[in-house]
């Protein structure tokens, strides 16, 4: 028998168990079994709950960087760090999200897939998701205009090359010329296609869904707004109930009055919580580089000098936290957004996203409030302190 460890006195935040006492019994990084508190007794480690509510881990499924390294760093110590640094505040898990730069190396892919899987210290790195480079120009956000091309399958070849099993999202515009053939390679490959970045109208985004996209990059940011003639994409992805959204809930990105109705139509079941962070996250506010262009990070928020905003540097802790506070949803709700529904996104939910025998034991003890009080990964406690 391997490394055993007991979480006492804990309280369920399952669904089918919400609210009771438990006890989870953890061997070789694995939950073997949950059970009625003070039903089981192991020769083994143990730790105390103490009555904190018992989540799976965190899952970002889009985050660029943090700590000080981006993905774009293409190193394995930048990794690290990024991975050291979301463990601190609850995220278990996480995509690796980047750009490309057609007609480069783009050796930064190739690193990531190479990690991914791997101890990095911290958060578990489950793959890769990539914004572009088949995106709209007029719709780029703080994309650089050199990660952009029109759809072409060789760029694709060398990307999926690069990247391998490691691909996870692609980001793409379902408006632009020669995309079907790029979408149907995608999902051929296993790989989730993602709205976003795209100025197509509620036609072309019918359509890409009907091509097969299922997932929408930030919602309401990088595309065009709801105007009552003009429905755009919003309304074609709010009246679909198959497509899942992520949200930025910083209340920069999008203000919680929308924040709050995307949770009306599309429930805590369509929807996942990120951050979008890069690489001033978890670092004081202050000027930092991305993609070697100039950004100033300050109070959660990053951009450019010009004022385009670029991302995030809220943990997802926050971001989760204020999704409660801007929607009114339930805790069971909220932990939905950043465990099970990512999970399915990242296509780990087989492993992760809950508290289950046999899923990675990847555990938060938390208060009612989601303030952490350890962190699990893989069996293992962690450090929070920041």
Partial sequence: MGQRLLVC????????????????????????????AGTISCDCSSLDAGGSIAMPGMIDIHIHGAGGSDSLDGTRE???????????????????????????????????????????????????????????MEKRGGILPGCITAPSPAILDEILELAGDAMKVMCVAPELEGIDEIIKTLIYSGIKVSFGHSDAGYDETVKGFGMGISHVTHLFNTMRPLHHRNPGPLAAIFENSSITAELIGDSYHVHPSLINMAYRLKTSRGLVCITDGIRSTGLPDG??????????????????????????????KEITSNFMKFTGCSLNEAIDTVTINPARIAGVDNRKGSLEPGKDADILLVTPSLEIKKTIIAGRITDNDQ
């Fill in 78 to 136: 930048s990794l690290e760090t990024i991975s050291r640094t979301l463990a601190k505040t609850g995220t278990t898990s996480f995509l690796t999200t980047m750009v490309v730069t057609p007609g480069e190396g783009n050796r930064h892919l190739k690193r990531a897939a190479d990690c991914t899987g791997s101890d990095l210290g911290g958060a578990e790195l489950l793959g890769i998701y990539i914004e572009g480079p088949f995106i709209s």
């Fill in 287 to 316: 000027k930092y580089m991305y993609n070697n262009k100039e950004y100033i990070s300050e109070g959660g928020l990053a951009r450019y000098t010009d004022g385009t905003f670029i991302g995030s540097t809220m943990s997802l």
């Fill in 9 to 36: 006195n804990a309280i369920s935040c399952n669904n089918n168990n919400a609210g009771k006492p438990i006890d989870i019994l953890i061997s070789d990084g694995l939950i073997q079994s949950v059970h009625p």
